[in-house]
């Protein structure tokens, strides 16, 4: 009996730490297992004892490629546990900022941390020796939705002007006027770029997965909706735990989320595109057209496509809100704080970002319950896995190895808010 070991010690392009352990005995997959290895951070414990206008600030250190989906679905929770009604001016900044938050981060993974894996480059910097041009359209690309959010947000890093009930200034007419002539230049580069992602070569892969998504009836559901899947579900946020459930899994010190009785789901593009794909704005439906991109897609290799099909509507949604925007009366909503149990949930780029708290009457958190999309999506990684390695097991070692290591980035997963390692183990008997 011969056993083979790969192991890579530095995948460069993920954020955070993780591993992935497969075991093969023959042409028997017997082991796979994703595990994420960081240190856990108590961030629902930390904010246990703390006034509910602080949630926004403290979780939004979570992460600091979406720390808007943080401060967004703590907002969301805190209204709804309040009452508080927020009008359509409000929402509609909410709206421009979350667009901000997709373009730099869409734009981030799609070119600098996916592409490589179609261009056959090791990383980004080796692709930039020979796309010098395209990348310096890609980081101006991003940095016209790191402008949107510090415009909206006060900077572009954990923004500082998100409040419950609304912001602490809103910007003027004039500011995000200045914004237009970036954004209608990253609109048209990004139908070309996602037009170019289309002419990648894909591997032969579907993988029907049960998709979940927050949904609207006339809008792609970004900053609130019910929630919604494939399989069924259509219900309220504040019914998340009915459908869903987090178990933890002894190799990893992160919680997996699965639907009850029914298993993994997967949640992020993806799953938004096939769940609303008509609500799409008019040059992101043409564009998935133009791409051959038809729902339901099941091929998650395909996922870059379907970010660059996102950001073309995040840049057209932001460039309408900036033409028809009116500077509002008055920046929020005054909110009075009262016991309860506040539900929210947001679609961070990379899916559904749920936050649930409990308060007292003097509005201090007393429970904490944040479920953000890679711990949703972590037994969705692993049955991919699973089917990829079924697939391919007559590649050898160093095939493979890329391969899964392409399968884990297809999610964009955001173990933490650091880039560190996946370190893959493959044992063959």
């Given at each position: 009996?011969?056993?083979?070991?790969?192991?890579?010690?530095?995948?460069?392009?993920?954020?955070?730490?993780?591993?992935?352990?497969?075991?093969?005995?023959?042409?028997?997959?017997?082991?796979?297992?994703?595990?994420?290895?960081?240190?856990?951070?108590?961030?629902?414990?930390?904010?246990?004892?703390?006034r509910?206008?602080?949630?926004?600030?403290?979780?939004?250190?979570?992460?600091?490629?979406?720390?808007?989906?943080?401060?967004?679905?703590?907002?969301?929770?805190?209204?709804?546990?309040?009452?508080?009604?927020?009008?359509?001016?409000?929402?509609?900044?909410?709206?421009?900022?979350?667009?901000?938050?997709?373009?730099?981060?869409?734009?981030?993974?799609?070119?600098?941390?996916?592409?490589?894996?179609?261009?056959?480059?090791?990383?980004?910097?080796?692709?930039?020796?020979?796309?010098?041009?395209?990348?310096?359209?890609?980081?101006?690309?991003?940095?016209?939705?790191?402008?949107?959010?510090?415009?909206?947000?006060?900077?572009?890093?954990?923004?500082?002007?998100?409040?419950?009930?609304g912001?602490?200034?809103?910007?003027?007419?004039?500011?995000?006027q200045?914004?237009?002539?970036?954004?209608?230049?990253g609109?048209?580069?990004?139908?070309?770029?996602?037009?170019l992602?289309?002419?990648?070569q894909?591997?032969?892969?579907?993988?029907?997965?049960?998709?979940?998504?927050?949904?609207?009836?006339?809008?792609?559901?970004?900053?609130?909706?019910?929630?919604?899947?494939?399989?069924?579900?259509?219900?309220?946020?504040?019914?998340?735990?009915?459908?869903?459930?987090?178990?933890?899994?002894?190799?990893?010190?992160?919680?997996?989320?699965?639907?009850?009785?029914?298993?993994?789901?997967m949640?992020?593009?993806?799953?938004?595109?096939n769940?609303?794909?008509?609500?799409?704005?008019?040059?992101?439906?043409?564009?998935?057209?133009?791409?051959?991109?038809?729902?339901?897609?099941?091929?998650?290799?395909?996922?870059?496509?379907?970010?660059?099909?996102?950001?073309?509507?995040?840049?057209?949604?932001?460039?309408?809100?900036?033409?028809?925007?009116?500077?509002?009366?008055?920046?929020?909503?005054?909110?009075?704080?009262?016991?309860?149990?506040?539900?929210?949930?947001?679609?961070?780029?990379?899916?559904?970002?749920?936050?649930?708290?409990?308060?007292?009457?003097?509005?201090?958190?007393?429970?904490?319950?944040i479920?953000?999309?890679?711990?949703?999506?972590?037994?969705?990684?692993?049955?991919d896995?699973?089917?990829?390695?079924q697939?391919?097991?007559?590649?050898?070692d160093?095939?493979?190895?890329?391969?899964?290591?392409?399968?884990?980035?297809?999610?964009?997963?955001?173990?933490?808010?650091?880039?560190?390692?996946?370190?893959?183990?493959?044992?063959?008997?």
């Open positions: 009996m011969t056993t083979r070991t790969i192991r890579v010690k530095d995948l460069a392009r993920v954020e955070g730490e993780g591993g992935l352990h497969v075991s093969i005995e023959g042409d028997q997959v017997t082991q796979v297992s994703f595990t994420i290895h960081e240190p856990p951070r108590f961030f629902e414990a930390l904010l246990v004892g703390r509910y206008d602080e949630a926004p600030d403290i979780t939004a250190r979570i992460c600091g490629i979406c720390p808007v989906a943080y401060q967004m679905s703590a907002c969301a929770a805190m209204e709804y546990a309040f009452g508080a009604v927020i009008p359509a001016p409000i929402r509609d900044l909410r709206r421009l900022l979350y667009c901000g938050e997709w373009i730099e981060s869409h734009v981030l993974h799609m070119f600098m941390l996916h592409a490589p894996d179609f261009l056959g480059y090791p990383g980004a910097v080796e692709m930039a020796q020979d796309h010098k041009a395209l990348v310096q359209k890609v980081l101006r690309a991003k940095k016209a939705g790191n402008s949107l959010m510090t415009a909206v947000g006060g900077r572009e890093i954990h923004p500082v002007n998100v409040r419950v009930g912001f602490y200034k809103t910007p003027s007419r004039g500011q995000l200045g914004l237009l002539g970036e954004l209608r230049w609109l048209e580069f990004l139908i070309e770029a996602t037009k992602t289309a002419t990648f894909f591997p032969d892969a579907e993988y029907p997965r049960e998709h979940v998504a927050l949904s609207l009836p006339d809008e792609y559901a970004v900053v609130d909706g019910k929630i919604i899947s494939s399989g069924g579900i259509d219900i309220g946020v504040e019914r998340f735990d009915e459908f869903f459930e987090e178990s933890h899994e002894q190799r990893s010190n992160a919680l997996h989320c699965a639907i009850r009785g029914r298993g993994a789901y949640t992020g593009p993806v799953a938004r595109f769940l609303s794909h008509s609500l799409l704005s008019p040059l992101a439906r043409t564009t998935a057209s133009q791409c051959g991109l038809t729902p339901p897609v099941h091929n998650p290799f395909k996922s870059i496509i379907v970010r660059g099909v996102e950001t073309i509507h995040a840049f057209e949604t932001a460039i309408g809100l900036i033409e028809k925007y009116v500077e509002p009366e008055r920046p929020f909503v005054d909110v009075t704080p009262r016991a309860g149990v506040g539900h929210g949930a947001t679609e961070a780029p990379r899916g559904i970002l749920r936050h649930k708290y409990a308060l007292d009457e003097n509005g201090f958190i007393t429970h904490a319950v479920v953000p999309p890679t711990a949703q999506n972590q037994k969705s990684i692993e049955a896995l699973l089917l990829y390695i697939a391919n097991l007559k590649m050898d160093a095939r493979l190895t890329h391969g899964l290591e392409q399968a884990i980035r297809n999610y964009d997963p955001c173990i933490s808010c650091a880039t560190h390692a996946i370190n893959i183990m493959i044992d063959r008997k």
